[in-house]
């Protein structure tokens, strides 16, 4: 069973699943691991780790940012990958899902790119602008290399289309749950449901809610019905306000933590 998977089965009937998201190399390649170490001590479940690209366009102005600062401190797509490698020896329980932009992956090559990240790893990857009508390489190359492809649905996405991300992904799906980029305020916490509801009637694989999610308030909402709470936006924010990187680090941790606690049930007390 992959560590996405039992992740995701541990947690059933229990909780939603957190996973905190931060941009690979922000501020400096050198604060990524210890970022991440310091996110399963506040409670994440899963980790998100998103690639610096240029081009970020699914992405707020926090993200933007961020890839903006990664991408000065000279972050490269295989520095990513390295930095999982990093974080791996000491934790091999915690799963880690790359989320980035075709372009880098399409320069390294799809079978390098998974191999690299399978040898590194990495769980999943999540490519923001590919459909899957245009996967199918990079499906059976992650395939090949044991690692899990996962796709976006949208407020938008048509019952129909539903049906074909859905067998295209593996491990989980992601929820945008707003018209709109990362870091977006205007959550309709009946909608959402109301879309998970219905979408569940058509997959079998857990969904996880991102985009818009900036609290534990918020976090705490979703988490009654989502089988997985993604926030980005407000822990790279807290990266982005400076001091020195323990202070940030600080910062995050207890940040990440409040979420973490507001998703407790029933006496799953967080780690």
């Known amino acids: 069973m992959s560590r996405i998977k039992g992740t995701f089965a541990a947690l059933a009937g229990r909780r939603a699943a957190l996973i ?3 941009t690979g190399g922000d501020p400096t390649p050198s604060a990524t691991v210890p970022l991440m170490h310091a996110l399963v001590r506040a409670g994440a479940d899963i980790i998100e780790i998103g690639m610096p690209f240029s081009d970020p366009m699914a992405d707020g102005p926090a993200i933007q940012m961020a890839h ?3 991408l000065a401190a000279g972050t490269t797509t295989r520095m990513i990958i390295d930095l999982v490698a990093a974080f791996r020896r000491d934790d091999a329980h915690t799963p880690v899902v790359l989320m980035g932009y075709v372009n880098p992956v399409e320069t390294m090559g799809y079978g390098v790119f998974a191999m690299a990240c399978a040898k590194a790893g990495v769980d999943g990857v999540l490519l923001v602008d590919m459909p899957p009508e245009e996967a199918a390489e990079w499906r059976a190359q992650a395939q090949r290399a044991g690692v899990d492809t996962i796709f976006l649905l949208s407020p938008t996405t048509s019952m129909e ?6 067998a295209a992904s593996t491990g989980f799906l992601y929820y945008v749950a707003l018209k709109g980029v990362t870091g977006a305020s ?4 009946a909608e959402v449901a109301q879309r998970l509801a219905a979408m569940r009637r058509h997959v079998a694989l857990p969904v996880g809610v991102g985009f818009g999610i900036r609290d534990a308030v918020s976090a705490a909402e979703v988490g009654r019905f ?9 822990i790279v924010e807290k990266i982005a306000a400076g001091g020195s ?4 680090i600080a910062g995050v941790e207890a940040f990440v ?3 973490r606690a507001a998703l407790t049930r029933d006496g799953d007390l967080p780690r």
């Open 161 to 166: 289309r539903l049906a074909v991300i859905a």
């Open 226 to 234: 989502a089988d997985a709470v993604i926030v980005g936006s407000a």
């Open 257 to 259: 933590r409040d979420v």
């Open 20 to 22: 905190p998201f931060i």
């Open 245 to 248: 990187v323990e202070t940030m």
């Open 68 to 70: 903006q600062r990664a």
């Open 186 to 189: 205007h959550l309709n916490i």
